[in-house]
C-alpha cells in the first residue's frame, strides 16, 4: 500500500473541533499502527483564524509522528463570501453562479491541488475531511478515482448545494460518522458507485474519573446536569439555558445547570446563582465533572458524532438529546444509554425521571459505555479503516 494523504483545511497538535480532533486521532493510531500516511493541509492556524493569512510556513514538519505538508492559500474575497454565506445560513435560495462564487472564495490552495495533481501516482488514496471545504471540492477533482470522503455531513443548506451533488456522487468512496449520517447522505447524493460504510469515531475508552474531587475543587455540592462543548446558538445551548430557567420555575429543586467550554452565553439575571459557567476547565477535570452529574445535556440540532455524549458514557453517566437530531437520538436508542426530548415538557419529564431513578440512570450510563467501548474503542476503529481502505483500493 503507498501513502494514504490526508486533506484538510487546518492542522495543529492543539486545534479544537469535532472533525479536527477526529482527524488527529486517526491519523496518529492510524500511524501507530503502521499505515503509511501524511497530512496534505494548508498554512492557515485554525477554524476561527483569518482564513487570508498563512501563519504556518510552507513546508513540512512532523506532529505526534505524523508528516504534515503545508501549502500556502491564495487571498479571498471575504466580503462577497459572506454575502452568500448569509444565505446559505438563513436558507435562503442560492444560484449556481453564487455556489461558485462561494466555493472559489472558501479555503482554497492552487499549490497543493497542483502538488496533488503532480504527485498523485505516490499515494493509494486522498481521504478528505469534513465535506464543506475547497481543499474538499477542489481537491477531490484532482483525484476523483482516489478520493475517499470522510464528510461529517449534517442536515443543513451547504450538504445540498448543486456542485457538491455533483462532484461528491463521483468519489471512490466515504466512511461515515453515524447510520443517520450515513442514510442522508444517500439521501442527497448519488451513491450507486461509491463505496460507503459506517464506522464512527475513535475514543480513548481508558479514562479514569472521581465525582469527588470535582465537588471538592469546585465547591459543588448539589445535583447538576452537565453541558460541554462551545457556548454558542449553533449548539442550541440558548434553548437548553432557556428550558432549564423554565424547569427551575416549575420544579422546587437545588439542581444546577454546569456549563464547559469555550464560547459565551448570557445567563438571564435570576439564573445567575443556578447556573454555573466553568469555560475550559482541565481534562481530567471535565471527566470528574462528567461523573458527578445526573445526566448530560447535548441540545444540538447538527451533528455527524458527539464526543460529550461518548465521554459521558464513559463515565457511566446517561445523556439527555434533542429528539430531533438524527445522529444522536440514533446513538441513544441504540444503545439504552439516556433519553431524548422535543420539547420543554419532555425535557422536563426526561430530567425528573433520572432524578427519581437513580438505579435506572446508572443502569443506562453503563450501557452507554458498554456501547461505546464496544463501537469506538481505537483497536475496533484501526482495524475498520484499513479494512475499508484496502477494499477503496
Not at 494523504?5 to 469535532?18: H, L, M, S
Not at 512532523?62 to 438563513?90: A, H, P, S
Not at 499549490?111 to 474538499?136: C, D, H
Not at 419529564?349 to 432524578?355: F, G, R
Request: glycine fraction near 8%.
Amino acid at each position: 500500500m503507498k501513502t494514504i494523504g490526508f486533506v484538510t483545511p487546518w492542522y495543529g497538535a492543539n486545534i479544537p473541533g469535532g472533525a479536527e480532533m477526529e482527524l488527529r486521532g486517526l491519523a496518529e493510531h492510524l500511524a501507530e499502527n503502521h499505515v503509511d500516511l501524511e497530512i496534505l493541509t494548508t498554512c492557515i492556524e485554525q477554524f476561527n483564524s483569518d482564513w487570508n493569512i498563512n501563519y504556518y510556513p510552507e513546508g513540512t514538519e512532523e506532529i505526534n509522528g505524523v508528516l504534515v505538508r503545508r501549502f500556502q492559500v491564495r487571498k479571498r474575497d471575504t466580503k462577497r463570501f459572506d454575502q452568500i454565506n448569509f444565505k446559505f445560513m438563513n436558507n435562503l435560495p442560492v444560484t449556481a453562479e453564487e455556489e461558485d462564487l462561494y466555493l472559489k472564495e472558501m479555503v482554497n490552495s492552487p499549490r497543493l491541488y497542483q502538488y496533488m495533481e503532480e504527485n498523485k501516482g505516490a499515494y493509494s488514496l486522498f481521504v478528505f475531511i469534513p465535506y464543506m471545504f475547497g481543499t474538499t471540492y477542489y481537491g477531490c477533482e484532482k483525484c476523483l478515482d482516489q478520493a475517499v470522503m470522510i464528510p461529517c455531513l449534517h442536515d443543513e443548506s451547504y450538504a445540498y448545494m448543486r456542485r457538491f451533488k455533483e462532484r461528491y456522487s463521483g468519489v471512490k468512496g466515504m466512511v461515515f460518522n453515524s447510520k443517520a449520517e450515513s442514510v442522508l447522505a444517500n439521501k442527497i447524493y448519488n451513491m450507486a458507485k461509491v463505496e460507503n460504510t459506517v464506522i464512527g469515531v475513535g475514543l480513548n475508552t481508558d479514562i479514569n474519573f472521581c465525582a469527588d474531587q470535582f465537588r471538592k475543587k469546585y465547591k459543588i455540592d448539589e445535583p447538576f446536569i452537565i453541558y460541554a462543548g462551545r457556548k454558542e446558538a449553533g449548539k442550541n445551548v440558548d434553548t437548553l439555558v432557556k428550558y432549564f430557567g423554565e424547569y427551575k420555575k416549575r420544579n422546587k429543586s437545588d439542581l444546577k445547570l454546569v456549563l464547559i467550554g469555550g464560547g459565551s452565553i448570557q445567563i438571564p439575571k435570576g439564573l445567575k446563582h443556578d447556573i454555573l459557567d466553568l469555560g475550559f476547565v482541565p481534562l481530567q477535570d471535565k471527566y470528574d465533572a462528567y461523573a458527578a452529574s445526573e445526566l448530560l445535556c447535548n441540545p444540538s440540532k447538527f451533528e455527524s458524532f458527539s464526543l460529550i455524549i461518548m465521554e459521558s458514557w464513559l463515565c457511566g453517566r446517561p445523556v439527555m438529546v434533542y429528539g430531533g437530531c438524527e445522529v444522536t437520538k440514533g446513538f441513544v436508542s441504540e444503545s439504552n444509554g439516556g433519553l431524548y426530548f422535543y420539547d420543554f415538557y419532555e425535557f422536563e419529564a426526561c430530567v425528573n425521571y433520572v432524578l427519581d431513578h437513580k438505579e435506572t440512570a446508572s443502569l443506562m450510563g453503563e450501557n452507554g459505555r458498554n456501547y461505546v467501548i464496544t463501537n469506538f474503542s481505537w483497536p475496533v476503529i484501526v482495524n475498520k479503516y484499513r479494512d475499508f481502505f484496502a477494499k477503496c483500493i
